[in-house]
């Protein structure tokens, strides 16, 4: 049996909101800044305990 390639991708930040523009004037700014990424193939699964799993967390900006 050949193991296949199943990478997984997790992105964690803050989402964030405010009511002015980059020019004080009115508006809904909605905005999410990143801080860590997981790629991996890890799933937690029962089958997964056959096949080689690795994973990693990024988190240089």
């Given at each position: 049996m050949v193991p296949?390639?199943?990478t997984?991708?997790?992105l964690?930040?803050?989402m964030w909101w405010h009511d002015e523009d980059a020019l004080g004037g009115v508006a809904d700014?909605?905005?999410f800044r990143s801080e860590r990424l997981w790629v991996g193939s890890a799933n937690a699964t029962h089958r997964s305990r056959n096949s080689l799993e690795f994973g990693m967390w990024l988190d240089d900006p």
């Open positions: 296949f390639l199943h997984k991708f997790m964690l930040g803050e700014v909605l905005d």
